[in-house]
């Protein structure tokens, strides 16, 4: 303990896309469809939208890419781990079959995107793999790759893979693909503003409104459409709704500097602990990045061991030498294993919601947005059921178990003890109070009662952020918030003394 972690503590991909510059929303603003949130989901809807005809205004609450996507692996795929095992116990194989269709077709979609709009961002084509040390895990793989491809999607069962290691065996696509997840989301955007529509940057959203309009508002300005999609992962004020039938989960990932040859593929590991890896050339410096150590967002965690662990891996079973860049962030996890596209609740007329990616958003957020667009657009599409906000738990499901934490405070820190850079909570005249020290050891005081439901907010000394762990809301140090379904900052307090 206390060692340096190697590397800088941003996503490659934010940190190798450069900026944008849209505006915020200043004024009103009418226009047909109002989407919320500015990542893969949010994007891809808005520029399908645009391509039928509709006018579109993307409201991001802070810059194009810097929300989950642009934390993300980068691999575009339909082979997410066993996930045809597990659909078709959960769902049967028709359903298990049309999400990976839903799968198959985002990655065209993507591809002819990046082609039509000319987006540079690393679009590359590699087959990617689920592998296998163990036997149970073997036996496993043999057995996913058999379903998938009885379910007609590419798969084959192969014991010889890319990788520097040898494997038991592993289910390998082909026809799969990888990005730069920041540069493709730039390149969505570019594609949206203009022509009437709008890309709206730092606009964040504080309520939507169903109705004829429907009402967006920001703290600026108003949008009216004749419908809304909210993209925001979490969405934003679900009053509960998606957070009993989703759980969050992070993830780390470490960019190591990569040996000369090139990793062809990307891959997932059924053993644990999990590793998912995919090797990038990025300005003239070849990565190998490795994410695992994955744990509901609800417990704790030492990142620091985390982000070790997988340097360790990186170095031990690929190659490579210094990490360069180590991020960490969570996505939503739908209870049922299938993401969500639809109305917001059974009874909602123009406002629609995409969320539950189940950290596969890139391809399932494509697909999502396509369910989307389709229904706004009057025109059939194939996998909308199997996406369906309003449908049936499967039988056995464990709908509203989406595990809320113990919320009992075990020990109870004192203010004197922080030094600059921590937080801690403190019961402060009666008040639960989240404190956080500055690098000069200035004291920010905040409530600690997430201003979504209720639950305590916990210090993520990682990320210097409060982190609700009921139902994925975070909040800057000074308790500004950073990622819904929260929608309103922590109440300020004044700071102790
Ligand atoms: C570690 C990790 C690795 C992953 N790797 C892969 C992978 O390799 N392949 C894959 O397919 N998937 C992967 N995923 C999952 C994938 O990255 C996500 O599912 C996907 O990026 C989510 O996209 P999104 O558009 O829903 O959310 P986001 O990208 O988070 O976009 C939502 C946007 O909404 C904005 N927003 C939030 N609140 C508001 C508000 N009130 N008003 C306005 N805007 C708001 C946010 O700022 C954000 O920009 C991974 C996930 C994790 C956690
Ligand atoms: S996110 Fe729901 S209570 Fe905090």
């Given at each position: 303990m206390g060692e340096r972690l190697e590397g800088r503590q941003v996503s490659l991909w934010v940190a190798t896309a450069g900026g944008t510059g849209y505006p915020c929303l200043d004024?009103?603003?009418?226009?047909?469809?109002?989407?919320?949130?500015?990542?893969?989901?949010?994007?891809?809807?808005?520029?399908?939208?645009?391509?039928?005809?509709?006018?579109?205004?993307v409201l991001e609450a802070a810059r194009i890419g810097t929300g989950v996507t642009g934390h993300t692996t980068g691999k575009v795929t339909s082979l997410h781990r066993l996930v045809y095992t597990e659909l078709a116990d959960l769902h049967g194989p028709d359903v298990a079959g049309r999400y990976g269709q839903a799968n198959q077709a985002a990655i065209e979609h993507i591809a002819r995107v990046v082609a039509e709009e000319g987006i540079d961002c690393n679009f590359r084509r590699v087959s990617n793999y689920t592998y296998a040390e163990s036997d149970d895990a073997l036996t496993r793989v043999r057995d996913e790759a058999a379903l998938a491809a009885r379910l007609g999607l590419p798969s084959v069962f192969t014991s010889d893979t890319p990788l520097p290691f040898a494997v038991r065996g592993a289910v390998r696509f082909d026809g799969q693909a990888q990005l730069h997840a920041?540069?493709?989301?730039?390149?969505?955007?570019?594609?949206?503003?203009?022509?009437?529509?709008?890309?709206?940057?730092?606009?964040?959203?504080?309520?939507?409104?169903?109705g004829v309009p429907a009402v967006v508002e920001t703290g600026r300005g108003t949008v009216r459409a004749r419908e809304v999609i909210i993209a925001t992962n979490v969405p934003v004020g679900d009053g509960g709704l998606f957070a009993e039938r989703c759980y969050l989960h992070r993830s780390y990932i470490v960019a190591c500097l990569a040996p000369a040859a090139p990793l062809d593929g990307t891959f997932i590991s059924v053993d644990e602990p999990m590793r998912s890896?995919?090797?990038i050339d990025v300005d003239g410096s070849r990565y190998v990045l490795t994410g695992g150590e994955g744990h509901r967002a609800a417990e704790t965690a030492d990142?620091?061991?985390?982000?070790?662990?997988?340097?360790?891996?990186?170095?031990?079973?690929?190659g490579t030498r210094e990490t360069s860049f180590r991020w960490s962030t969570q996505d939503t996890m739908p209870v049922d294993g299938l993401p969500y596209a639809g109305t917001l609740t059974p009874t909602a007329g123009h406002v629609h919601v995409i969320t539950?990616?189940?950290?596969?958003?890139?391809?399932?957020?494509?697909?999502?947005?396509?369910?989307?667009?389709?229904t706004l657009t009057g025109r059939h599409n194939p996998w909308a059921a199997v996406f369906d906000t309003n449908r049936i738990p499967a039988t056995g499901q464990a709908v509203g178990k989406s595990g809320h934490p113990d919320q009992s405070q075990p020990d109870q820190p004192t203010v004197a003890g922080l030094r600059p850079g921590e937080g801690a909570v403190v019961e402060i005249d009666g008040e639960m109070t989240a404190v956080y020290a500055g690098p000069a050891g200035e004291l920010l005081a905040a409530s600690a009662i997430c201003t979504h439901l209720g639950c305590t907010v916990a210090f993520n000394a990682d990320d210097s952020t409060w982190d609700c762990p009921c139902h994925g809301s975070r909040f800057a140090a000074d308790g500004a918030v950073i990622q819904?379904?929260?929608?309103?900052?922590l109440a300020p307090r004044p700071a102790p003394r």
């Open positions: 004024s009103d603003l009418e226009v047909d469809v109002a989407v919320v949130g500015g990542g893969i989901a949010g994007l891809t809807a808005a520029l399908a939208l645009k391509r039928a005809g509709h006018t579109v205004a920041v540069k493709y989301l730039q390149g969505l955007a570019r594609a949206v503003d203009g022509g009437g529509s709008h890309v709206l940057e730092d606009s964040r959203v504080t309520s939507v409104r169903d890896i995919l090797a990142a620091a061991v985390r982000y070790r662990r997988l340097a360790v891996f990186s170095r031990e079973r690929l539950g990616l189940r950290k596969w958003g890139l391809t399932n957020g494509t697909a999502a947005a396509l369910v989307l667009a389709d819904g379904p929260a929608a309103v900052n």
